[in-house]
């Protein structure tokens, strides 16, 4: 049967536990990005089809709500601080020793092996703990380069000991 078919029927599932209600799109689409950690456009036009709902409508609340994203993303999202009580902490510093460290190209934010996604942000609202970065939703706060390779390496420690 293959991967597609397990796609497809994760999709299904998810549908029929929000009872393929259109006004579920929302939570629907959330589950989505959950499993796959983005909403895969194969997935949003099966989601269309199936709901009766124009591929238009669901692309327009996919990208109106910052939480969604179109692009894949590593298993881990590192959230990088550079507002302006960060940058004055030199979060610039530990963007690139992040980057450095995952051996990201100036453009890339994600791990050819998909482990490690990096995204900047302008506030998280700890300014009292800049520079501040969030790895998997726990807050890291009055970092640097060095804590931050070391939260990272830590992160990869526990990936080898799962495989």
């Known amino acids: 049967m293959g991967a597609n078919y397990e796609k497809f029927e994760t999709v299904c599932r998810i549908l029929e536990e929000n009872k393929f209600d259109k006004s ?19 997935i949003l ?31 881990h999202i590192i959230r990088i601080c550079d507002g302006t009580a960060c940058h004055v902490k030199k979060s610039d510093a530990i963007i690139n020793a992040v980057k450095k460290k995952l051996e990201l190209k100036e453009n890339e934010i994600t791990t050819k092996d998909m482990l490690f996604t990096i995204e900047t942000v302008a506030c998280l609202g700890a300014c009292g703990l800049a520079p501040v970065l969030v790895i998997d939703g726990e807050v890291h706060g009055q970092t640097s380069p060095e ?9 990869l420690k526990q990936e080898a000991a799962k495989q």
């Open 24 to 42: 579920k799109l929302i939570p629907i689409l959330q589950a989505v990005q959950e499993e796959y950690r983005y909403l895969p456009e194969e």
């Open 45 to 75: 036009t099966f989601i269309s089809s199936s709901l009766n709902i124009s591929p238009a409508k669901i692309y327009g609340v996919a990208t109106f709500f910052a939480h969604f994203t179109l692009i894949p993303k590593g298993k």
């Open 147 to 155: 804590k931050v390779v070391g939260l990272i390496d830590n992160i």
